[in-house]
Every structure is written in structure tokens, then in C-alpha cells.
């Protein structure tokens, strides 16, 4: 059996010869008139049919180029789109870390105090340890114990330091301590790190007036964190009456999971350190 396309192509083939043969026939030289006539009429039919088919394949033939061409102009305008597309992500976060650095900038103005502006190049993937590595170091002037803040509140303190990096100690650490102020009632106690990633204001009496949106400072009385930075807003606040002290939980201010970049505060000491190596 003959496929579908082989069948056309054999009558395609057929109406061919058919159209050759009656148009060599018709020669009005040796054909009498009205035998030319009926001969020429007899063909007509498939001279016609042959004409559309060759208009239709041509047409065919012509729509299948145009139709390539699209295609290839499709795939064009795709990588065009595509590479819009990076740029527009590109000029979209360099925007974004624009707004970042300029709000740094403008809380550095704002304060008297020496700042080095860092970039977070990485984080501590266990859950054991709430530490990020800042890309400045030795060879910036810097040394453990100086304290990292942004203008939402205190990031942490650096714990270790090598030539061109340093580890920063989070105050959501377990570790970490900073001797903190309410601010409305000026009752004191220390911030530490929690294992659920918030911070809890350890000592503070029970006899103390604390309530929930209640604001945290730092004090300055533990000698690394200038007095009056921002810590965290309390969250909740449970009182044992069995105890001397109530249980307070503190939401910080600095989201840790979005930080990218961070200030590290000089002390004056340090500054001469830096300034005669």
C-alpha cells in the first residue's frame, strides 16, 4: 500500500505528464481548428488544476521561509528579553544596595562616632553557633571586641580577626551579652541569645516595671557597646512569684536572616592603633 504522501506526489506527477503531452499536442500548424479546440479544451482543466498546485506549493514553499524567518527572529527577540531581563535584575539590585549603603551612610552622619562600613561574605550554617564573616580585618584596623551595628540596632561584637576578615559574635547567640536599658523605666539587665533565634533580658528584677513593647539600649556600662544604641523591643514578659527576677523576651530590631552588610564602631583606642601600626 502506498502511503498518503506517496499518492500525492504520483498524482502531482501524473497531472505533470498529462499537462505536457496535451500541450505538445496542440499545435494549431497541424491540428485543424476545431481538433485543437477540443484538445485544448480536454486539458484545460488540468492546465488549471496544475496552476493552482504550483501557486499553492509555491505559496507553501514561500510560508514555510517566512515561517523560519519568524521563528528565528522569535528566538531573537528571546535572547534580547533575556538579556533585558539580567540587566534589569542587575540595575534592580544595585539599586537596592544603594538605598542599603546610603542608609548607612546617613546613620554615620547622624552619629559622633568612627565607623568602618563591612559586607557580610558569610554566614555559620550550624544551628550551634549565630556568627557572619565580614570581608574587613587586620589590614582595616580592626581587632576582636569591637562592637558591629546597622541604624536598626546592634548586629553584634567581633570575636576573631584575621587579615582581611573578621567573625562577628550575633547578640541572638547564646554567647553573646550586652548590658542593656529599658528606656521608658531605665531598669537594667543583660541581653543574651536564645536558642530559638530572639534574645531574652536576663536579670532584670521582678519588682522592675517592664511590659511588652517596651524599647531596649544599650547601656555603655559593659565597655564594648556605645550607650544608647538600639537592641530590641520586648515581646513578652512572665513574672514567677518565686523568684527575685521575671522572665523577659526581647525581639531585636536587625533581621539577621536578611543582613548583607554592617558598621563596625572604632573606638578612639583603636583608631590610634590604626592610624600608628
Not at 23 to 44: H, N, Q, Y
Not at 204 to 222: E, F, V
Not at 231 to 242: A, F, I, M, P, T
Amino acid at each position: 500500500m502506498f502511503s498518503r504522501t506517496s499518492v500525492i506526489i504520483i498524482f502531482i506527477v501524473v497531472l505533470l505528464a498529462i499537462n505536457i503531452i496535451g500541450v505538445s499536442m496542440v499545435d494549431e500548424r497541424k491540428l485543424p481548428f476545431d481538433t485543437g479546440r477540443v484538445v485544448i479544451a480536454s486539458i484545460s482543466p488540468f492546465q488549471k488544476l496544475m496552476d493552482k498546485t504550483s501557486d499553492h506549493c509555491k505559496n507553501v514553499w514561500r510560508h514555510y521561509f517566512q515561517l523560519v524567518s519568524v521563528s528565528e527572529e522569535n528566538d531573537q527577540l528571546r535572547n534580547q528579553i533575556r538579556l533585558l531581563e539580567n540587566k534589569l535584575a542587575e540595575s534592580s539590585e544595585i539599586e537596592l544596595a544603594n538605598l542599603r549603603l546610603r542608609k548607612l551612610l546617613i546613620f554615620k552622619e547622624r552619629t559622633n562616632m568612627q565607623m568602618l562600613a563591612s559586607s557580610v561574605i558569610a554566614k555559620d550554617p550550624s544551628a550551634l553557633f549565630k556568627t557572619v564573616m565580614i570581608n574587613k580585618g587586620r589590614q582595616n584596623g580592626l581587632s576582636s571586641g569591637l562592637p558591629v551595628v546597622l541604624p536598626e540596632g546592634i548586629v553584634g561584637q567581633i570575636i576573631s580577626v584575621a587579615e582581611n576578615y573578621s567573625k562577628v559574635l550575633l547578640i541572638t547567640d547564646g554567647n553573646s551579652a550586652v548590658d542593656a536599658l529599658v528606656q521608658r523605666t531605665r531598669a537594667r539587665g543583660l541581653v543574651k541569645g536564645s536558642a530559638l533565634g530572639d534574645c531574652r533580658l536576663a536579670y532584670a528584677l521582678r519588682k522592675d516595671d517592664i511590659q511588652p513593647g517596651d524599647i531596649l539600649i544599650s547601656s555603655g556600662l559593659d565597655g564594648v557597646f556605645p550607650k544608647g544604641l538600639r537592641l530590641g523591643v520586648v515581646k513578652e514578659v512572665v513574672q514567677d512569684s518565686r523568684g527575685i527576677f521575671q522572665d523577659v523576651t526581647v525581639s531585636p530590631y536587625v533581621d539577621f536572616e536578611k543582613i548583607e552588610e554592617a558598621l563596625v564602631v572604632l573606638t578612639p583606642l583603636q583608631r590610634d592603633a590604626s592610624a600608628n601600626p
